[in-house]
């Protein structure tokens, strides 16, 4: 029995490689249909700084390598947010509509696919934004100006195009032979981008709020 029903919840994956708009889009479907996001690269990074963390410096160096941390870690950290976001919800007075979750860069390899499906809730589809290297890489570089993070950087972007193609891709193409995955090609600008986004979840009967 998984945690939650697709009853009371829809779960829509978020994939594509590092830079190709995950979280950007994600911004424009949270303001338009309501989605709650959830980004498991952010639950990560904030779990590696949280004081008392564990699993601090493990995820601190999976992310350095591009590989993909322990899908237990992971899938306790989205699972708890979801509980998180259904408990506030459920307290305040707008709580008659279904929750509706976008969970961004995951899952990323097949072993969380099946476990999440299993224990947290089924995913209703996933959004699959589609990008060539050259952009992904360009844009990738651009952020690491001012982002901070550690793995925005030349080396560790080789790294996780890697793991993308070998690891992420397979987790597509499963979900695909079961008709869940809305393709989009997420080059040109953000707006042209989202635009293309919209008419895709349109097809799988999700419209703005
Ligand atoms: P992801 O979450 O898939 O890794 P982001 O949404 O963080 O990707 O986007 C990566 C970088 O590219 C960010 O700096 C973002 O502002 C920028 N970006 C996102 N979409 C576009 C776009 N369509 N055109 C140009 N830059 C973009
Ligand atoms: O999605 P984002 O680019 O923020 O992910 C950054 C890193 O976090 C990934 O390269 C990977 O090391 C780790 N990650 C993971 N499993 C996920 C999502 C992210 O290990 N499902
Ligand atoms: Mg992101």
């Given at each position: 029995?998984?945690?939650?029903?697709?009853?009371?919840?829809?779960?829509?994956f978020?994939l594509?490689?590092?830079?190709?708009?995950?979280?950007?889009?994600?911004?424009?479907?949270?303001?338009?249909?309501?989605?709650?996001?959830?980004?498991?690269?952010?639950?990560?990074?904030?779990?590696?700084?949280?004081?008392?963390?564990?699993?601090?410096?493990?995820?601190?160096?999976?992310?350095?390598?591009?590989?993909?941390?322990?899908?237990?870690?992971?899938?306790?950290?989205?699972?708890?947010?979801?509980?998180?976001?259904?408990?506030?919800?459920?307290?305040?007075?707008?709580?008659?509509?279904?929750?509706?979750?976008?969970?961004?860069?995951?899952p990323?390899?097949l072993?969380?696919a099946v476990?999440?499906e299993?224990?947290?809730?089924p995913s209703e589809f996933t959004?699959f934004?589609?990008?060539?290297?050259?952009?992904?890489?360009?844009?990738?570089?651009?952020?690491?100006?001012?982002?901070?993070?550690?793995?925005?950087?030349?080396?560790?972007?080789?790294?996780?195009?890697?793991?993308?193609?070998?690891?992420s891709m397979p987790v597509v193409d499963a979900f695909r032979e079961q008709d869940k995955v809305v393709s989009?090609?997420?080059?040109?600008?953000?707006?042209?981008?989202?635009?293309?986004?919209?008419?895709?979840?349109?097809?799988?009967?999700?419209?703005?709020?």
């Amino acid at each position: 029995m998984s945690r939650f029903s697709p009853s009371e919840v829809t779960v829509v994956f978020v994939l594509g490689g590092p830079g190709s708009g995950k979280g950007t889009q994600s911004t424009n479907l949270v303001r338009d249909y309501g989605f709650i996001h959830l980004s498991a690269g952010d639950l990560l990074r904030a779990e590696q700084n949280r004081e008392g963390s564990e699993y601090g410096d493990l995820i601190r160096t999976y992310i350095r390598e591009g590989k993909i941390v322990p899908m237990e870690i992971t899938v306790a950290l989205l699972s708890n947010s979801m509980a998180d976001a259904i408990s506030t919800a459920s307290s305040s007075s707008s709580s008659a509509a279904k929750a509706r979750f976008l969970v961004d860069g995951f899952p990323r390899k097949l072993d969380q696919a099946v476990f999440f499906e299993k224990t947290v809730c089924p995913s209703e589809f996933t959004l699959f934004l589609t990008c060539p290297e050259e952009v992904m890489e360009k844009r990738l570089l651009k952020r690491g100006e001012t982002s901070g993070r550690d793995d925005d950087n030349a080396e560790s972007i080789r790294k996780r195009f890697r793991t993308f193609v070998e690891t992420s891709m397979p987790v597509v193409d499963a979900f695909r032979e079961q008709d869940k995955v809305v393709s989009v090609e997420a080059t040109g600008s953000v707006d042209e981008v989202y635009e293309r986004i919209r008419e895709g979840l349109k097809t799988k009967g999700l419209h703005p709020l």
